[in-house]
């Protein structure tokens, strides 16, 4: 709903992208933050799906429009289209497979490589509801996933209740993932988009973390009405969810 004292205040438009592996579930994250709902075994994301969320801070309410991408590989190609000129970005892995993380990793150099130099970047595991919390040794990489999987496979062998199988789920330990990103200057949170848990919170610690007057005032200089939105390339939109923008922050 709507807060009146708001009215006159005019959201901050904030491009972020989600970049990762295929499989690791970026499409369940956004709809998660956007819808609030989740679909088991969604299909891949072909090229790219555009959505938006509004996100209310204490003294400013910004509108991340979200573009999230293809993980599959030959879709690698596209994504400077997506990542360019991108305020934020949202690099996801799958904390049962080890070999998600040196892909996400990747990207991240692939970022600060080539991306907007003040990019916000938040490195996100997912899946932490495979794992019931816990934080085992490393597995022994399984082989490569056929990279057509869905988005948010979830159906793991040995998916169960009992402790020691799910413990021997997670490939990749959080002390791991968080050291690599203190040491990258990353942001850093493990979540789930199937429960929820942690998603709110990741889009809300990158808003705080946007450097929204460099923003403002970079734009001030631009043409009138110019967005990244009408920046960027058009491909699967959804205009549905522009009526899902209430605040989920």
């Not at 690599?180 to 493990?190: D, I, N, P």
Request: overall charge negative; glycine content about 6%.
């Amino acid at each position: 709903m709507a807060d009146t004292s708001d009215a006159s205040q005019k959201p901050v438009q904030v491009k972020l992208v989600l970049l990762g592996e295929a499989a690791v579930g970026k499409s369940s994250v956004v709809m998660r933050f956007v819808n609030n709902e989740f679909q088991a075994n969604k299909e891949p994301t072909i090229g790219a799906a555009f959505l938006t969320q509004k996100c209310r801070l204490e003294d400013r309410v910004l509108r991340y429009e979200i573009w999230d991408t293809a993980g599959q590989e030959r879709f690698h190609s596209l994504a400077p289209m997506y990542y360019r000129n991108a305020q934020a970005a949202v690099v996801v892995y799958d904390v049962t497979k080890a070999a998600s993380l040196e892909k996400a990793k990747s990207w991240v150099k692939e970022l600060q490589r080539q991306a907007n130099p003040n990019i916000v970047i938040a490195l996100a595991g997912n899946k932490v509801d495979l794992v019931s919390g816990q934080t085992t040794p490393r597995a022994t990489p399984a082989s490569a996933d056929d990279e057509d999987e869905a988005d948010d496979a979830t159906a793991t062998p040995g998916e169960s209740d009992d402790a020691t199988g799910s413990e021997s789920l997670r490939q990749v330990p959080k002390d791991e993932a968080s050291a690599y990103a203190a040491e990258a200057g990353l942001l850093f949170t493990e979540i789930s988009a199937k429960t929820g848990d942690g998603i709110v919170e990741l889009f809300t610690d990158i808003a705080k973390k946007i450097p929204i007057e460099h923003i403002l005032a970079s734009r001030g200089s631009a043409a009138p009405g110019t967005s990244t939105a009408s920046r960027a390339p058009a491909v699967n939109l959804d205009d549905a969810n522009e009526a899902k923008n209430a605040c989920n922050c």
